[in-house]
T-cell receptor, first 115, second 115 residues
């Protein structure tokens, strides 16, 4: 079965510093990869996705992620964070099963940006 | 256009009571998903509906959980004889059918507290 590991449950960082949120997945077949963000008391919002093509994916709010097949990783990065980036970030993997996108989520990483 | 909506936003119930949670997907989205998010954890897949196909119920944790969907619109998740371990945020998502962008659009969730 597929699984997703987010290596850090919490990441504190100062405003304007760079950040990397790590994500590793286990799969022996082609996958689609996603990062979602959940702001306090809100639903999940898609940040970016990798379906195919270029391994460097750019998303909203200045975030990007790099798909590394050999390391089965899909780490999320931002060169300079803002206070407003404080949120929970979820990495997810899907594999086509029965023709639909069943997402398997990691446990999440809480990003806390301090002034 | 309108996003995915869920009701109620919060529900407090006594142990042993039944509850119904409602999800209104985005118009035109034939795929609908239910997830459970326990405090401090990632999202756990519960059930998937796609058009008139048989739903994938593989994620339902027990026979106390059931879900229905009327055509390609509203879905209700029912939990019978609620237990304290059912306390969680229940998230609904919808997406375009297979062959689409695979992005799932999430509602704000229903926070269920079983006392």
């Amino acid at each position: 079965a597929q699984s997703v590991t987010q290596l850090d449950s919490q990441v504190p960082v100062f405003e304007e510093a760079p950040v990397e949120l790590r994500c590793n997945y286990s799969s022996s077949v082609s996958v689609y990869l996603f990062w979602y963000v959940q702001y306090p008391n809100q639903g999940l919002q898609l940040l970016l996705k990798y379906l195919s093509g270029s391994t460097l994916v750019k998303g909203i709010n200045g975030f990007e992620a790099e798909f590394n097949k050999s390391q089965t990783s899909f780490h999320l990065r931002k060169p300079s964070v803002h206070i407003s980036d404080t949120a929970e970030y979820f990495c997810a993997v899907s594999e086509l099963s029965g023709g639909y996108n069943k997402l398997i989520f990691g446990a999440g990483t809480r990003l806390a940006v301090h002034p | 256009g309108a996003g995915v909506s869920q009701s109620p936003s919060n529900k407090v119930t006594e142990k042993g009571k039944d509850v119904e949670l409602r999800c209104d997907p985005i118009s035109g989205h034939t795929a609908l998903y239910w997830y459970r998010q326990r405090l401090g954890q990632g999202l756990e897949f519960l059930i998937y509906f796609q058009g008139n196909s048989a739903p994938d119920k593989s994620g339902l944790p027990s026979d106390r959980f059931s879900a229905e969907r009327t055509g390609e619109s509203v879905s209700t998740l029912t939990i019978q004889r609620t237990q304290q371990e059912d306390s969680a945020v229940y998230l609904c998502a919808s997406s375009l059918p297979r062959g689409g962008s695979y992005e799932q659009y999430f509602g704000p969730g229903t926070r269920l507290t079983v006392t």
